[in-house]
C-alpha cells in the first residue's frame, strides 16, 4: 500500500469517528515527529557512515562503479573475475559493478569468431580501475566503461561437458562463451537427453541484488547447438509442422485441430529464463535449443510467466545470488481417434513435450528453497487424475496465486524441494534445501512497514476510544 493511501486512510477514520478525533490526530503527529526524529538521525548516521567508508576506500585505493542499467555500452563485454587463474561470470551484488580494494581487476570478454574489444583488437582484456568510470588496459591506454566494447554483439556457445547427469539419464552441457581454446566460460548447465532431445533440468544462478537493473535486449534467433543434426527443430515448432506431426500421431487432421489451431501451439519454453539474465550478453545464452522445452503457449503467457515473476521477486527481496535449476516430469499424452492415449513429441522419436514442468529457487545462505511445479497441459478440466510429483504448499508457504488453479494457463502448485528432487529421478541433488522457503522469509520495505505501523496504531486507538 502506498503512502499516499495510507495516509487518506487514516484521514477517513478520524473524520468519521469525532470522538477519537483529538486523542487520533495527537497521537498521528507524535509518531510522524517521532518518525521524522529517527529518520532525520538515521540520515545522519547513513551520512557519516558514507563519508568513513569513503575515506577508508580511498585509503584502500581507487574505486569504480559503473551502473549496469545505464554506465555499461550497447554492444557490452562478457565481465569476468579471476580466481586461481581461472575465469569465471561476474556475479553483481549491486546494481552496479564496482571495483575496489577486492576487486581491483576484470577480465572483458568479446567472444565470436572476429570479434573484439575495440580498444585493444583482443578476443579478452584485463582491465583496472583508474577512477568512477575510467580504466587502464595497458600503460599508454585508458578509456571509460562506455568505450569499452565488442566490435560485435557477443557470441554465446555450448559445448559437451563430458560428464554425465540426471544420475545416467542425460548429457551435461554448457552454454557459456568461449574464452579461448581451452576456457569456457558457463552461465548455464544443461542435462540433456541426447536419446529423446530432451532437456531434463538447466541450472543457473540469479544474481538478487542486481536483477531490477539488468539490461533490456531484443529476443534472438534460436540456437541449434548440442542438438542432433539429423533434427530441425527451427521447423517442429512451427504451427503447420506440429497439424502434421500431431495428425501422424492421433490418427486424423480433426483431432489433430483439437490441439493445434490458431489459439494454441506449442512454443519453445526456455528453461533458464531470458528474463533472469542481468547482462545482455547473459540474455542471449538463453536462446539455445539446449535450454527450451515444447510448451503450450497459453501456459507460458500465463502461469509460467507468473512463476517466473515470482522468482525475481524472491531474488531481489532477498538481495542475493539465488540457485534456480528448472526441469521437467514425465511426457505428456493425447488421445488417439481411437481412444488409446498417444505420447506426445515434436518429432518422431524426439524433442518430448513434458507433462509437467518446474523450478527450483534456493537461497544458499539461508539453506531454504521453495519449488513450483505446472502441469504443461492446457486441455485437462480436472485434478482427479492428476499425479504431481509432490504435494500442494502454496498455501502453507504464502505463494497462493488464485491463477494457478487455472487449467488454461498452467496448472501449478507450490512444493517442498526435497520431495520434488526425491519424486523426480533425475532431479539433481543441490536442488535439496535444510528448511522450506515461505513469503513470510523476505525482506519487506521500510517504507511498507513504517506506514503499516501508523496504520496499526491509529485503528486501534480508535476503536479503543469508540467503545
Request: charged share 20%; net charge neutral.
Amino acid at each position: 500500500m502506498a503512502f499516499s493511501d495510507v495516509t487518506r486512510r487514516i484521514k477517513d477514520l478520524i473524520l468519521n469517528n469525532k470522538a477519537a478525533t483529538f486523542l487520533s490526530v495527537a497521537l498521528f503527529a507524535f509518531i510522524i515527529s517521532t518518525l521524522a526524529l529517527a529518520s532525520s538521525n538515521q540520515s545522519k548516521k547513513d551520512a557519516i557512515g558514507q563519508c568513513e567508508a569513503s575515506y577508508n576506500e580511498k585509503m584502500k585505493g581507487p574505486s569504480c562503479s559503473v551502473p549496469i542499467k545505464t554506465g555499461l555500452p550497447e554492444k557490452e563485454p562478457v565481465y569476468l573475475l579471476k580466481k586461481a587463474d581461472s575465469l569465471y561470470l561476474w556475479l553483481p551484488h549491486e546494481s552496479s559493478l564496482e571495483w575496489n580494494s577486492t576487486v581491483k581487476q576484470s577480465t572483458l570478454l568479446c567472444s565470436g569468431t572476429g570479434n573484439m574489444l575495440v580498444k585493444t583488437n583482443q578476443i579478452s582484456s584485463e582491465t583496472t580501475c583508474v577512477e568512477g568510470t575510467t580504466f587502464s588496459l595497458s600503460e599508454s591506454v585508458k578509456a571509460t566503461a562506455k568505450e569499452l566494447e565488442c566490435k560485435e554483439n557477443v557470441s554465446p556457445d555450448a559445448i559437451d561437458a563430458g560428464s554425465s547427469c540426471g544420475f545416467g539419464m542425460g548429457q551435461m552441457y554448457h552454454i557459456g562463451f568461449k574464452a579461448s581454446d581451452t576456457e569456457f566460460v558457463t552461465y548455464i548447465q544443461s542435462c540433456f537427453d541426447t536419446k529423446r532431445a530432451s532437456v531434463l533440468y538447466t541450472m543457473h544462478y540469479l544474481p538478487g541484488a542486481a536483477i531490477a537493473s539488468a539490461a533490456t535486449t531484443e529476443d534472438s534467433d534460436w540456437i541449434v547447438t548440442g542438438m542432433p543434426d539429423i533434427l530441425k527443430p527451427d521447423n517442429s515448432y512451427k504451427q503447420a509442422q506440429q497439424k502434421e506431426q500431431f495428425t501422424k500421431l492421433l490418427g486424423s487432421a480433426d483431432q489433430a485441430n483439437k490441439y493445434i489451431n490458431d489459439t494454441q501451439l506449442l512454443i519453445a519454453g526456455h528453461m533458464t529464463p531470458k528474463g533472469d539474465g542481468v547482462f545482455r550478453s547473459w540474455k542471449r545464452a538463453t536462446f539455445f535449443y539446449i535450454n527450451a522445452v515444447p510448451q503450450w503457449k497459453t501456459i507460458k503467457t500465463g502461469n509460467l510467466n507468473r512463476v517466473e515473476a515470482t522468482v525475481l521477486e524472491i531474488a531481489q527481496r532477498l538481495h542475493e545470488s539465488l540457485l534456480v535449476i528448472q526441469g521437467t516430469s514425465g511426457v505428456l499424452t493425447l488421445p488417439h481417434v481411437n481412444g488409446t492415449e498417444v505420447s506426445i513429441a515434436l518429432e518422431e522419436t524426439a524433442i518430448d513435450v513434458p507433462l509437467w514442468t518446474w523450478k527450483i529457487v534456493k537461497s544458499p545462505s539461508r539453506d531454504a528453497g521453495i519449488a513450483f511445479v505446472t502441469l504443461n497441459n492446457p486441455f485437462e478440466t480436472k485434478t482427479t487424475s492428476l499425479k504431481p510429483p509432490c504435494d500442494d504448499i502454496c498455501s502453507d508457504t504464502g505463494f497462493s496465486v488464485t491463477q494457478y488453479k487455472t487449467f488454461t494457463d498452467g496448472y501449478t502448485i507450490c512444493c517442498d524441494p526435497n520431495w520434488l528432487v526425491r519424486n523426480v529421478r533425475f532431479a539433481p541433488e543441490e536442488g535439496m534445501a535444510h528448511t522450506v522457503l515461505t513469503r513470510d522469509m523476505l525482506p519487506s520495505s521500510g517504507s511498507q512497514t513504517i506506514a503499516s505501523l501508523i496504520l496499526i496504531l491509529l485503528i486501534l486507538v480508535i476503536t479503543k476510544v469508540s467503545s
